[in-house]
């Protein structure tokens, strides 16, 4: 087989319950993407354009149908690249996903290597592979998450404000300047007992009911309880920063940093792996102490970025990690890329209008709205040019 041509792929959708659904004559981001006339009830929550074995892409190829982990298997150096494979890889070392979260989602954090093999070893039913999980979120809509600490000073202002919290964490409420406090009021709010909880939670939630003026965190914190009755996951709300991401906006995510994401819908992208601690807003498996035990700790707002300019449009958002990174190429009927390949492997997403995607040698190819595309690393001296209005194709590629 030669690998010299682009390769529609076939990706998969994760139905999961915070997804966004239907709402009378308004489609989830994903169905329209995909033109898909969705259930009522089913739930579009996650696109996967990649090889994780969870959900890998199908194509096919002269008649043969392929999973594409399988086929990386088969044809690691045409598909991954020589760069990839004499770096000993043999499998795609990213997966790219939109995200359309209409609920909050869990309390999460995302191992580092070391942590990832351990827990795979010890419940590979829960964490799937033995890889890291950084990630990168791009946002398409407005998009909230909660992400990484606050200020331990914006926290204990916090707990000391509101009567339920302040006796729930009566203990936590001096030496803020101790270097272990941060910790310690975490654990405290994962350790207490479920009665103390239910009350701290109860009481809150009145207060917040009569309250004129609740802060941003009081409504983040209602929010989450309407959603997860009585889940102390909700008063993460005033451990965790609000994050606002406005369209074309980005946060990455490295391993061992805590989030959630509220609501919206984004690019993500990520190291390849489905490895997830969850220690709230789930019905999902928790595992709380090595969620508390992974944890950097690390206060303070998160790095928002646009990205850097590409030249000849779109914009390019480079991670602190090698696995992968993320082109978002956008133009108008006539504009052309000339992607620069160093002859790894790529994923094309387009998330608007049509491309035509050239390759030396091979007939163009009509890449239109939802469609997914492999390019190869043996395939060079690529052309896309733009064939509508408003065009906009997302490209996953290892990074450099
Ligand atoms: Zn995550």
């Known amino acids: 087989m ?59 190829v002269a008649g043969r149908e392929w999973k594409l982990n399988d086929a990386i298997a088969e044809f ?7 760069r990839l494979v004499d770096a000993g890889l043999r499998s795609l070392p990213l997966l790219l996903k939109i995200l359309d979260c209409e609920a909050p989602l869990s309390i999460q954090a995302h191992p580092n290597r070391a942590l990832a093999r351990t827990l795979h070893q010890r419940h590979p039913d829960h964490y799937p592979d033995a890889n890291h999980k950084p990630e990168v979120a791009i946002a398409l809509t407005p998009f909230k998450a909660l992400c990484r600490f ?16 302040s006796t729930l964490f009566s203990e936590q409420l001096d030496d803020v300047a101790e270097p272990r406090w941060l910790r310690r009021a975490y654990r405290r709010l994962f350790g207490a007992d479920s009665t103390e909880i239910g009350n701290a939670l109860k009481t809150l939630t009145d207060t917040l009911a009569a309250s004129q003026s609740p802060s941003p965190e009081d409504r983040c914190f209602s929010d989450l309880a309407r959603h997860y009755p009585g889940d102390r996951g909700a008063l993460c709300a005033y451990f965790l920063n609000t994050v606002e991401l406005a369209p074309g906006e980005a946060i990455f995510l490295a391993p061992d940093e805590p989030h959630a994401y509220l609501h919206g819908t984004i690019i993500e992208c990520m190291a390849n792996s489905n490895n ?24 303070g707002l998160p790095r928002i970025w646009r990205g850097g300019a590409l030249p000849g449009g779109g914009r390019c958002f480079e991670v602190p990690v090698p696995d992968f990174a993320v082109e978002l190429w956008e133009g108008d009927a006539g504009d052309e890329f000339s992607p620069a390949s160093d002859g790894t492997v790529s994923l094309l997403l387009v998330l608007d209008g049509t491309a035509s995607l050239r390759a030396p040698g091979q007939e163009p190819v009509s890449a239109t709205r939802g469609s997914c595309w492999l390019w190869p690393g043996a395939l060079a001296d690529c052309r896309v040019a733009m064939q509508t209005e408003h065009v906009r194709v997302v490209r996953a590629r290892p990074g450099t």
Not at 17 to 29: K, V
Not at 76 to 82: C, D, V
Not at 151 to 165: M, P, Y
């Open 2 to 60: 030669m690998w010299d041509r682009f390769y529609r792929l076939n990706p998969g959708v994760q139905a999961y319950p915070w997804g966004a659904r239907r709402h009378g004559d308004e489609l989830p981001y994903i169905a329209q993407l995909l033109s898909r006339a969705p259930d009522d009830d089913q739930p579009y929550a996650e696109l996967w354009v990649g090889a994780h074995p969870a959900l890998p892409c199908t194509f096919s």
């Open 76 to 82: 690691p150096e045409e598909i991954l690249g020589s």
């Open 150 to 165: 606050r200020e331990r000073a914006q926290i204990q202002g916090d707990l000391s404000r509101h009567a339920a919290l």
């Open 276 to 299: 997830v601690v969850r220690a709230g807003l789930t019905p999902k498996f928790m595992d709380v102490p090595v969620l508390l035990e992974m944890l950097t700790y690390e206060e």
